[in-house]
T-cell receptor, first 112, second 114 residues
């Protein structure tokens, strides 16, 4: 069966520090991968998605970036965090074509 | 462009009562529709999906949803709510065809009173 791992579960970082959130998927190959952010009391905001290694599409211009160095690895990064980057970050994967998304357990990021 | 509307931000029900969460979509072709549930501090879990065929689909945890093309709706139902059903519920459409991006509604928060 397929599983998705996302870490860390919680993170407290000062403003201006770098960020690296990692997500890996097991049990499938060539998945679509997604990074979402969920602010308190709000819906899901798609940040990045990837249909293959090295292929990243950005949905929202911001100081975040994403990379996919391996088929089943998706990394969310920032060189300098802003207070507004605080939120709940969710990684998800899906099969190619019409397929539901499967989400990780999320990372709660607090920028202080 | 596809869109999803969940008109109710909050729904409050008593434990044991029936539940219906509304979802309306806008999509140019036959949609692929999903309902997800999110418990506090957790990721989203797929409850059920509709791709084609029988318009009444059964999901996990006793939930079901009915696709009504004429009303562009995909409402989620449960005959008897349990306190553990308190969570955020998201309706989504797609992806399909060349699009890799599903569209999510803003969510409905379900509160269950004992």
């Amino acid at each position: 069966s397929q599983t998705i791992h996302q870490w860390p579960a919680t993170l407290v970082q000062p403003v201006g520090s770098p960020l690296s959130l990692e997500c890996t998927v097991e049990g499938t190959s060539n998945p679509n991968l997604y990074w979402y952010r969920q602010a308190a009391g709000r819906g899901l905001q798609l940040l990045f998605y990837s249909v293959g290694i090295g292929q990243i599409s950005s949905e929202v211009p911001q100081n975040l970036s994403a990379s996919r160095p391996q088929d089943r690895q998706f990394i969310l990064s920032s060189k300098k965090l802003l207070l507004s980057d605080s939120g709940f970050y969710l990684c998800a994967w899906s099969r190619q074509g019409a397929s539901p998304l499967h989400f990780g357990n999320g990372t709660r990021l607090t920028v202080t | 462009a596809q869109s999803v509307t969940q008109p109710d931000i909050h729904i409050t029900v008593s434990e044991g009562a029936s539940l219906e969460l509304r979802c309306n979509y806008s999509y140019g072709a036959t949609p692929y529709l999903f309902w997800y549930v999110q418990s506090p501090g957790q990721g989203l879990q797929l409850l059920l999906k509709y791709f084609s065929g029988d318009t009444l689909v059964q999901g996990i945890k006793g939930f079901e949803a009915e696709f009504k093309r004429s009303q562009s709706s995909f409402n989620l139902r449960k005959p008897s709510v349990h306190w553990s059903d308190a969570a955020e519920y998201f309706c989504a459409v797609g992806p399909s065809g060349g699009s890799y991006i599903p569209t999510f509604g803003r969510g409905t928060s379900l509160i269950v009173h004992p």
